[in-house]
Nanobody, 119 residues
Framework: QVQLVESGGGVVKPGGSTRLSCAAS????????MTWYRQAPGKGRDVVAS???????????YSADSVKGRFTNSRDNANNTVYLRMNGLKPEDTAIYYC?????????WGQGTQVTVAS
């Protein structure tokens, strides 16, 4: 059974930083791309960042324009975990953050973790 469990959310001041984690189980983690999404209040769920299979430092990743230069994603295949490091947080980054993978023709989502950027 696929499980994705996000953690690391909370209240952060503007300009602050935090790191989200997504612990995966129930599938071969190193064989799957992982993607972070976020959903702000009253809005749809948008892609934030995606990372390929390798945990090498030069692994190609994708980041949305709105977070480029501020957010970085990485993965640790030995511990079945993907991370989203968020720096320079802005109030508009307030959202529920989800991790997702795609297996057997369907998407599997975590339960999400709330990040609130406020002073």
């Amino acid at each position: 059974q696929v499980q994705l469990v996000e953690s690391g959310g909370g209240v952060v001041k503007p300009g602050g930083s935090t790191r989200l984690s997504c612990a995966a189980s129930g599938f071969t983690f190193s064989h799957n791309c992982m993607t972070w999404y976020r959903q702000a209040p009253g809005k749809g769920r948008d892609v934030v960042a995606s990372i390929g299979l390798s945990d090498e430092i030069d692994e190609i990743t994708y980041s949305a324009d709105s977070v480029k230069g501020r957010f970085t994603n990485s993965r640790d295949n030995a511990n079945n975990t993907v991370y989203l490091r968020m720096n320079g947080l802005k109030p508009e980054d307030t959202a529920i953050y989800y991790c997702k993978t795609h297996l057997g023709g369907s998407d599997d989502w975590g339960q999400g973790t709330q990040v609130t950027v406020a002073s």
